[in-house]
T-cell receptor, first 120, second 110 residues
Framework: DVKVTQSSRYLVKRTGEKVFLECVQDMDHENMFWYRQDPGLGLRLIYFSYDVKMKEKGDIPEGYSVSREKKERFSLILESASTNQTSMYLC???????????FGSGNTIYFGEGSWLTVV | RKEVEQDPGPFNVPEGATVAFNCTYSNSASQSFFWYRQDCRKEPKLLMSVYSSGNEDGRFTAQLNRASQYISLLIRDSKLSDSATYLCVVNKLAGNQFYFGTGTSLTVIP
């Protein structure tokens, strides 16, 4: 079974604090993602990475940065937490679409259990 | 226009009922299609992939209509345990990204 592990499940931080959310996957997936999920807004992509030391902005990167020093680990950093960053954060991983793996579960995206962040 | 659109519901159905969800996607270059299930305060989990020919897994049937750019999920003989939010997910090769609907809420009532 694919395992995506988010080490911090529930955090309460003060406005202005620096916050690190760590994510590790054990399936040797090239792609890793960070999303946030808010009621009525669905999943929104913050950042993603196709390879070590590579990162791409998603739809809502402002206020966030990421780090991918090793293939299995993708970290999300809130440089200066604000109350509007209170949310559920989901890390995910997948293999890239390649040839015959276009269809079926070959490129399925797998999620960690989520990190619930409250900024006060 | 959103990449993926779903009716948010909520759908409230009695046990044993049949319920169907639809989802439309905007980009004809989309390659892979999935239904995910998300329980309250949990992460989304893969329910089933959606193949061009349609596919069935027990009480669940998924269909893909490329011409009209929609996918559907049919749940027969609904169980209380089917209560959850169902997310439509689309993947396309360019950019290797996944696009999510906002989810359809289902409550199965005893």
């Amino acid at each position: 079974d694919v395992k995506v592990t988010q080490s911090s499940r529930y955090l309460v931080k003060r406005t202005g604090e620096k916050v690190f959310l760590e994510c590790v996957q054990d399936m040797d997936h090239e792609n890793m993602f960070w999303y946030r999920q808010d009621p009525g807004l669905g999943l929104r992509l913050i950042y993603f990475s196709y390879d070590v030391k590579m990162k791409e902005k998603g739809d809502i990167p402002e206020g966030y940065s990421v780090s991918r020093e090793k293939k299995e680990r993708f970290s999300l950093i809130l440089e200066s937490a604000s109350t509007n960053q209170t949310s559920m954060y989901l890390c995910a991983s997948s293999s890239p679409l390649q040839g015959a793996r276009f269809f079926g579960s070959g490129n399925t995206i797998y999620f960690g259990e989520g990190s619930w962040l409250t900024v006060v | 226009r959103k990449e993926v659109e779903q009716d948010p519901g909520p759908f409230n159905v009695p046990e044993g009922a049949t319920v169907a969800f639809n989802c439309t996607y905007s980009n004809s270059a989309s390659q892979s299609f999935f239904w995910y299930r998300q329980d309250c305060r949990k992460e989304p989990k893969l329910l089933m992939s959606v193949y061009s020919s349609g596919n069935e897994d027990g009480r669940f049937t998924a269909q893909l209509n490329r011409a009209s750019q929609y996918i559907s999920l049919l749940i027969r003989d609904s169980k209380l345990s089917d209560s959850a939010t169902y997310l439509c997910v689309v993947n396309k090769l360019a950019g290797n990204q996944f696009y999510f609907g906002t989810g359809t809420s289902l409550t199965v009532i005893p």
